[in-house]
């Protein structure tokens, strides 16, 4: 399912996000840096001008005889800088833009006070009606009195207010180009990510941050076609399955049908219909086997068996089969023996009776008459090997006990390369004796699913021509 279009994000979205937030915010801070910058620079050598320009005029009104002064200060310093003359007690004589007679006492401005303590003074005032700052330079004369200049600037936000209009300007001119360069540097970027080749992500020339990803994208790719691969397995053995299955089946069928028929039109003697039922009981029962065989693997590939963490006595479950084949093994000729001690795994006792009836019925059915079957069942220290055999079945094994059983005959013996095939279903080693010998062919195959619910381990050991041993290795309890 494909996301949204209210979900989708865009690149050149983001970038232009991104980039444009990124630039103004650095345009404002810049522009507000140099702009105080330069106020605070021009304010600085604007207040030093004065205060010369005040030094200046102290020096012309000393040297000037106290009736001319008025003269002097209009005459050399007219202009937009104010001029204003206080006497010792504050009372202003003269003032280049109001008229003095009106002005208040001047003895408590700071600039006044300060210069008449020290000499010199300067100080600004801003005005918040007008918005404006105020730099005043005072000078004290020889007599006592005081010469004020003063001129009046923009404040610092009046001089910001002025710089709004082009740094506007400035800012609309950067989006623009943002938008531009955002557009360019998507399709740079996304150009080697569009000739991806996602069929081989890690053959790809691209970026190093993209590594991580496509290395996930690798992975699930493996994992995929494995699991395709699981999946086709799995297919092709239920095909396998349900062809053997049904093969297997027609065979007990045919013969019940047929001896049945001829049973039910009276076309057996009488002397024969003991014979005719007994083959038809045999053949029933080899049905029955085969359909509970099919119904515990079923269970077993559904993971239909509840776990349980039960504790088994493996040695006693031994001898209960043991004993249970004893008439089977008796007819086949076959001795059976279990030796061992007490040894406990956790489990399904269901499934552990199910895989040693099964190695020891496989050890009997395809052994020779006059034959032995020996089953032992020991415990203790396990090989670096064989632990971690059991750690990949999925066990937490104790290296100091682990259960081992063993199941030996001394039949014909397995050769090495069928060794693993004998746990397929329905694999017949020697298909010329499966009539012969019975069975359905699905034993092993129970005893390995058994063997890996209880994250087991089983192998096969053993020359052709000198028997077969079945080693099953558990964690104990």
Not at 92 to 114: C, F, I, T, W
Not at 142 to 147: A, E, F, L, P
Not at 429 to 448: M, N, Q, W
């Amino acid at each position: 399912m494909s996301p949204s279009p209210d979900h989708v994000k865009s690149l050149a979205g983001r970038i232009f996000t991104t980039v444009l937030a990124f630039s103004l915010g650095i345009l404002l801070a810049f522009s507000a840096v140099m702009v105080s910058i330069f106020y605070y620079s021009y304010e600085h050598d604007a207040e030093q001008a004065l205060v010369q320009e005040a030094s200046r005029a102290a020096t012309a009104l000393d040297e000037a005889p106290a009736a001319d002064v008025a003269t002097v200060l209009s005459q050399q310093f007219s202009g937009i800088t104010r001029y204003t003359l206080i006497s010792e007690n504050g009372l202003v004589l003269y003032d280049s833009q109001a008229d003095a007679g009106q002005m208040d006492n001047h003895a408590s401005r700071p600039e006044v006070s300060k210069a008449a303590r020290t000499g010199e003074a300067v100080s600004m005032r801003y005005s918040e009606t007008l918005g404006t700052d105020t730099v005043y330079a005072a000078e004290k004369l020889s007599d006592g009195r005081i010469v004020r200049l003063s001129e009046t600037r923009h404040s610092l936000f009046a001089f910001l207010g002025e710089m709004l209009v082009p740094t506007l300007f400035a800012l609309v001119v950067v989006a623009g180009l943002v938008f531009l360069l955002s557009r360019l540097l998507t399709r740079h970027i996304m150009k080697p990510i569009d000739a991806l080749d996602m069929a081989e992500p890690l053959e790809n020339d691209i970026y190093g941050e993209m590594v991580p990803l496509l290395q996930r994208i690798d992975d699930q790719q493996t994992q995929l076609k494995k699991q395709n691969k699981e999946l086709a397995e799995a297919e092709s053995m239920r095909r396998d399955f349900s062809s053997n299955v049904s093969h297997e089946m027609k065979t007990p069928l045919q013969v019940i049908s047929g001896y049945a028929e001829l049973m039910k039109n009276d076309m057996v003697l009488p002397e024969d219909r003991q014979k005719f039922a007994g083959l038809i009981y045999d053949e029933a029962q080899a049905m029955r086997g085969l359909i509970n065989d099919v119904l515990t693997l079923s269970k077993l590939d559904e993971s239909a068996f509840a776990r349980e963490e039960r504790p088994i006595d493996v040695t006693s479950v031994a001898r209960r089969m043991a004993g249970r084949l004893e008439s089977f093994a008796a007819d086949e000729g076959v001795s059976i023996s279990v030796k061992g001690w007490s040894t406990h795994i956790n489990g399904s006792e269901t499934l552990a009776e199910e895989m040693l009836y099964n190695l020891i019925e496989n050890a009997v059915r395809y052994n020779h008459a006059g034959g032995s079957v020996s089953v032992r069942v020991s415990q203790g220290a396990a090989s670096e090997e064989v632990l971690e055999a059991l750690r990949a079945a999925g066990a937490e094994p104790d290296p100091e006990s682990v259960v081992t059983v063993r199941v030996s005959d001394t039949g014909a013996g397995i050769p090495e390369e069928m060794r693993e095939k004998v746990f397929e279903r329905f694999f017949r080693l020697d298909k010329s004796r499966s009539k012969e010998t019975g069975g359905t062919g699905l034993g092993l195959a129970i005893v390995k699913h058994a063997v890996q619910y209880h994250h087991g381990t089983i192998c096969v050991e053993g020359a052709q021509g000198e028997g077969t041993t079945f080693v099953l290795r558990l964690p104990a309890a």
